[in-house]
C-alpha cells in the first residue's frame, strides 16, 4: 500500500468507528532527532512502532569530487545511501530491490538482531537475485550508530558505493543534551581516470587491502563546513567504512570527548578527552565536541612517503569547525546520561584461540582463520550466554579488523597488557605481530559470520562461522 493509501485507509476507518464518550488523545508519531550530515530516509509507515523504508540498490552517478560525476553502485542513488533510523526497540522493516546486474544483500553491521535478517548468504539463506525485492524485518535491541553493506563481493560492491549508516536512537532520556547530532561516514575509494577501480589481483591488495586515493565524508571529497554557537557542543558519530584503511583523525582547536564505540554510549566513568581517534575498519565512535576557540576541524592523518621515501604525516581536513558568533549561546549541556552497560563476565569463561595464517598460491593469497579459508566449514560451537574469551593470533605482517556478527565483545589484552578501548564492540583491529584477547557472552543465537573486515582479506578466505546453540 503507498503512503496515501494507507493513509487514507486509517482515514476511513477512522470516520466509520462510532465516537466513544471520551476520544483518546490523538497518537502522533514520534519524530526521531535529526541526525545531521545524510539525507535521511522517509519513514514510510506512519504508525510509531514502525519504521519503514524502501531502497532500491542500482547503479548510478555520484559527485564524490566536486565537479565529477562518477558511476557508482547506489542505494537509491546514492552513496552512501539513505540514512536510516528507528528507535531501540522499535520495530524496523526495510524492503530492499536489487535493480543491478548481480545478486546483493544488506548486511546490517553491529546490529543483534535474528540471523536470518543478518544479510549473509549462507545455508539456506539466498541473496537478493537481480530484479527480486527482499523485505528485511528486525526490532534493533541496542541504541548507537551502525551502518549496512553487502555481503557478497563486498570488496566490489562496498568499493562500489554500497554503504550506508544506521542510527538506533536511544530512549530521549538517555540522549545527549547537544545542539548537532551528527553522522560522518568515512571512506576512501581507488578512482583511476575518474572511474571507480575495477577490482584489483594485485598483491599488494591482496597483502593490505585496497587503498584508495581520494578520502570521502558523507560521499564527497570536500571537508564538511560547521558552524558552531557559541557554548555550543555536539555530537558526532563517526563510521570508517573504507574497504581497508584503518583511520587516524586528531581534533586541532576542539575539546573531544570519547563517550561511546560500537555498542553505543558509554556510562560516565568510562568516557574521556581524547587528542587522536584511530578508528578500524567497521568501527564506530561517539564523540561530544567542544569548539576551544574560533576554529577548529576534524582532521584525518594519513601517512604517505617523502621525496626521501621517509614515511611522513599529512593532515587532511574532512571537516571546518567555525564559531558562529552571531548566534545565539548554547546552553545544552552535552552528555550527561549514564546508561548501563554490562561488560562480559570472564571468571572461568572458555578459551578459544583464533589464528591467522596466509598461504601465496597459484592465483595469489589465501586467507586463514585456523587453517581454514571460507568457505571451507568451521566446527566452532558455542552455547548461548555462556561468556568465551576469543584470543585472535596475529604472527604476520598485515593488520585485521576482527569483526563478530550479532554479538559485542570487550577487549581484554592487546599483548598480554590490558587493552585501551573501552565498551561494547563489534570490531577490533589486530595489528600485525600480535595477539588481542576479546570476550563475548554469545548472547544471540544462530550461526554468525566471524570475518577480517578487510574486504579483500574476507573475500580471499579469511571468514569463518560459529555457531551459538541456545
Ligand atoms: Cu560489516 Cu560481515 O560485516
Ligand atoms: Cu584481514
Given at each position: 500500500m503507498?503512503?496515501?493509501?494507507?493513509?487514507l485507509a486509517?482515514l476511513l476507518?477512522?470516520?466509520?468507528?462510532?465516537a466513544?464518550e471520551?476520544?483518546p488523545?490523538?497518537?502522533e508519531?514520534q519524530?526521531?532527532?535529526?541526525?545531521?550530515g545524510?539525507?535521511?530516509?522517509?519513514?514510510l509507515?506512519?504508525?510509531?512502532?514502525?519504521a519503514?523504508?524502501a531502497?532500491?540498490?542500482?547503479?548510478?552517478s555520484v559527485?564524490l569530487?566536486?565537479?565529477q560525476?562518477?558511476?557508482?553502485f547506489?542505494?537509491?542513488?546514492m552513496?552512501p545511501?539513505?540514512?536510516l533510523?528507528?528507535?531501540r526497540?522499535?520495530?524496523?522493516r526495510?524492503?530492499?530491490?536489487?535493480d543491478?546486474?548481480?545478486?546483493t544483500?544488506?548486511?546490517?553491521?553491529?546490529?543483534r538482531?535474528?540471523?536470518a535478517?543478518?544479510g549473509?548468504?549462507?545455508g539456506?539463506?539466498?541473496a537478493?537475485?537481480p530484479g527480486?525485492t527482499f523485505?528485511?524485518?528486525?526490532?534493533?535491541?541496542?541504541?548507537?550508530?551502525?551502518?549496512?553493506h553487502?555481503?557478497?563481493?563486498?570488496?566490489?560492491?562496498v568499493?562500489?558505493?554500497l554503504?550506508?549508516?544506521l542510527?538506533?536512537?536511544e530512549?530521549?532520556?538517555?540522549?545527549?543534551?547537544?545542539?548537532?547530532d551528527?553522522i560522518?561516514?568515512?571512506?576512501?575509494?581507488?578512482l583511476?581516470?575518474?572511474?571507480i577501480a575495477?577490482?584489483?589481483?594485485?598483491?599488494?591488495?591482496?597483502?593490505?587491502?585496497?587503498f584508495?586515493n581520494?578520502?570521502l565524508?558523507?560521499?564527497?571529497e570536500d571537508?564538511l563546513s560547521?558552524?558552531?554557537?557559541?557554548?555550543?557542543?555536539e555530537?558526532w558519530?563517526?563510521?570508517?567504512t573504507a574497504?581497508a584503511r584503518?583511520?587516524?583523525?586528531r581534533?586541532?582547536g576542539?575539546s573531544?570527548r570519547?563517550?561511546g564505540a560500537?555498542?553505543g554510549?558509554w556510562p560516565?566513568?568510562w568516557?574521556r578527552s581524547i587528542?587522536?581517534?584511530?578508528?578500524p575498519?567497521?568501527a564506530?565512535a561517539?564523540?561530544e565536541?567542544?569548539?576551544?576557540?574560533?576554529?577548529?576541524s576534524?582532521?584525518?592523518?594519513?601517512?604517505a612517503?617523502?621525496?626521501?621515501n621517509?614515511?611522513?604525516?599529512?593532515?587532511?581536513d574532512?571537516a571546518?569547525?567555525?564559531?558562529?558568533?552571531d548566534?545565539?549561546?548554547?546552553?545544552?549541556?552535552?552528555f550527561t546520561?549514564d546508561?548501563?552497560?554490562?561488560l562480559p563476565?570472564v571468571d572461568?569463561?572458555?578459551?578459544?584461540?583464533l589464528?591467522?595464517?596466509?598461504?601465496?598460491?597459484?592465483?595469489?593469497v589465501?586467507?586463514?582463520?585456523?587453517?581454514?579459508a571460507w568457505?571451507?566449514?568451521?566446527?566452532w560451537v558455542v552455547?548461548?550466554n555462556v561468556?568465551v574469551?576469543?584470543?585472535v593470533?596475529?604472527d604476520?605482517?598485515?593488520?585485521?579488523?576482527f569483526?563478530?556478527?550479532?554479538?559485542?565483545f570487550?577487549?581484554?589484552?592487546?599483548?598480554?597488557?590490558?587493552a585501551?578501548e573501552?565498551?561494547?564492540?563489534?570490531t577490533v583491529?589486530?595489528?600485525?605481530?600480535?595477539t588481542?584477547?576479546?570476550?563475548t557472552d554469545f548472547?544471540n543465537p544462530?550461526t554468525?559470520?566471524?570475518?577480517?573486515h578487510i574486504l579483500?582479506?574476507?573475500?580471499?578466505g579469511m571468514m569463518?562461522?560459529?555457531?551459538v546453540?541456545?
Open positions: 503507498t503512503r496515501s493509501l494507507l493513509l486509517l476507518t477512522a470516520c466509520v468507528e462510532p466513544a471520551e476520544e488523545p490523538p497518537v508519531p519524530a526521531l532527532p535529526t541526525v545531521q545524510l539525507q535521511p530516509s522517509v519513514d509507515d506512519p504508525s510509531d512502532d514502525v519503514e523504508y531502497m532500491t540498490v542500482r547503479e548510478g559527485e569530487v566536486a565537479g560525476m562518477v558511476e557508482a547506489t542505494y537509491d542513488g552513496s545511501g539513505p540514512l533510523q528507528v528507535r526497540g522499535q520495530l524496523m526495510v524492503h530492499v530491490t536489487n543491478l546486474d548481480e545478486p544483500t544488506v548486511h546490517w553491521h553491529g546490529l538482531i535474528d540471523v535478517m543478518d549473509v548468504v549462507m539456506n539463506i539466498p537478493i537475485a527480486d523485505v528485511y524485518e528486525f526490532t534493533p535491541p541496542d541504541a548507537g550508530t551502525f551502518w549496512f553487502p555481503h557478497v563481493r563486498s570488496n566490489v560492491q568499493e562500489a558505493g554503504y550506508g549508516a542510527v538506533v536512537h530512549d530521549a532520556a538517555l540522549a545527549p543534551s547537544v545542539d548537532a551528527r560522518f561516514v568515512l571512506d576512501d575509494v581507488l583511476e581516470d575518474g572511474v575495477e577490482e584489483s589481483s594485485n598483491h599488494m591488495v591482496q597483502m593490505h587491502g585496497r584508495g581520494t578520502l565524508v558523507n560521499g564527497q571537508p560547521i558552524d558552531l554557537r557559541p557554548d555550543g557542543v555530537r558519530r563517526l563510521v570508517n574497504n584503518t583511520m587516524v583523525f581534533f586541532p576542539l573531544v570519547e563517550v560500537d555498542g554510549l560516565q566513568e568516557t587528542d587522536e581517534l584511530t578508528l575498519v567497521g564506530r561517539e564523540l565536541v567542544r569548539l576551544d576557540g574560533d576554529e577548529g576534524l582532521e584525518q592523518v594519513v601517512l612517503l617523502d621525496a626521501n621517509d614515511v611522513i604525516e599529512v593532515p587532511v574532512r571546518l569547525v567555525t564559531l558562529d558568533g548566534a545565539a549561546a548554547s546552553d545544552a549541556s552535552g546520561a546508561p548501563p552497560m554490562a563476565d572461568g569463561a572458555d578459551e578459544h584461540v589464528a591467522v595464517s596466509a598461504v601465496n598460491g597459484a592465483d595469489g589465501t586467507w586463514m582463520l585456523n587453517g581454514r568457505p571451507e566449514a568451521s566446527d552455547d548461548q561468556p574469551i576469543i584470543e593470533q596475529n604476520l605482517g598485515p593488520e585485521h579488523p569483526h563478530v556478527h550479532g554479538q559485542f570487550s577487549v581484554l589484552e592487546r599483548d598480554g597488557a590490558p585501551d573501552r565498551g561494547l564492540r563489534d583491529l589486530v595489528r600485525g605481530g600480535t588481542v584477547r576479546i570476550a548472547s544462530g554468525w559470520m566471524v570475518h577480517c579483500e582479506h574476507a573475500e580471499r569463518t562461522t560459529v555457531e546453540v541456545p
